[in-house]
């Protein structure tokens, strides 16, 4: 490799900060890599998990990315309809490697139209606005569809993370930034997905989603209205 | 519960920024939960990925906590002899219900002398430091003697922020937060631990961390030997 890989993640007022970190923790340590934080200004955003997170460059001052990531978190829903963010996503989409998302990041490359015709996936309690967004739903924890990688909610990021590296750069420095953050995951239990969650916990947590889920439905409709 | 729970999560120049900020996506998504992440000062610090991390309460101002969370990076060897850290955290140490740490958060518990006559565990590379400190090692993900839960290597945290809501507060509420956060994890390969890792992959890393693995042993003798 004769020039630096360029990685670039969206940050945002509102992002679940887990989406961005536990990818940034992965592309930081790829071996000479360039790695932005990226939004509009240069001032910290809230997250949703008490700290805020501070970008290291604008997006009118980041150069062609070889990777963008948009993560998620219920601050989406304000970028869904925000021009400048979907296009700097767009005329990054033109020149990346790989145009990533974790979580509801991927109803943002919807709303930008980089997913129209692509397989993608996202937050379980949000794969039904995939179709609305012109994609089709997978249920796997990451999704590649050419140089579309999407992956499933919050900590699939980290699994995005070293698929991406392992695409870009190659199996052993996957394996190699895998052993060194020790990603030998042994969750305490089994409820990490509506799979296999207690039907009763599903239920119980669809409904106290509901009503965020609603209006971030009613955004989504808004976007594909747009996009036709 | 009739007391909002106090979480604390140590922050310093040189942390690994996902030991911290996994375990915080899953402890600030407990109902009612007060989390603070803390510092000396109230100022920006660096960590190995980039961004920098704000604390949101320095340690003079901390209340009693209910858990307290030391997490690693290459910044802990500064802390292994610093005595305003090692108050605090012992002070902390006398009234919290968990005394946690992650990854090579666990030698900074050492120093303060939290792990003496007790099972923990930590990075799989600096698991030897932890009899030096008067720990016996354990190789679990995530370890629970009595009152102190260690974890593994960077992405533990999230194994142990679970496990610590899990006893805390109950099985119930940690799978809520498993669910939200979607953790069903899925390593794309089976490098994330020395035991399934490729064994050259193993001992070129540990051939890489060598001198760095030597300074910090160099330092927690000295912490050894303060201990005495």
């Known amino acids: 490799m004769n020039k630096k890989l360029k990685f670039g993640l969206l940050v945002f007022p509102g992002i679940t900060q887990l989406d961005m970190t536990g990818p940034l923790q992965v592309f930081a340590a790829v071996p000479g890599a360039e790695v932005h934080v990226l939004w509009k200004r240069i001032e910290p955003v809230s997250t949703d998990a008490i700290i805020t997170l501070t970008p290291t460059m604008t997006l009118a001052d980041c150069p062609q990315l070889d990777v963008i990531c948009v993560p998620g978190g219920f601050g989406i829903d304000d970028l869904l309809g925000d021009d400048e963010v979907l296009d700097f996503l767009r005329r990054q989409a033109e020149g990346a490697r790989f145009v990533t998302s974790v979580c509801t990041g991927a109803l943002v490359l919807g709303a930008a139209g980089l997913l129209r015709g692509y397989r993608a996936t996202t937050h379980w309690n949000a794969l039904a606005a995939l179709p609305m967004l012109g994609a089709e739903i997978s249920h796997e924890r990451v999704c590649i569809d050419r140089n579309r990688i999407t992956g499933g909610g ?75």
Chains 1, 2 share one sequence.
């Open 154 to 228: 919050v900590t699939a990021g980290i699994d995005l993370g070293l698929t991406v590296v392992a695409e870009l750069v190659g199996r052993s420095a996957a394996e190699a930034i895998q052993l060194w953050i020790e990603y030998n995951p042994a969750p305490p239990f089994q409820a990490g997905s509506p799979d296999t969650a207690p039907p009763e916990l599903v239920a119980s947590t669809r409904a106290r989603l509901e009503e965020r889920r609603k209006r971030r439905f009613e955004r989504v409709a808004d976007a594909a209205a747009r996009m036709r």
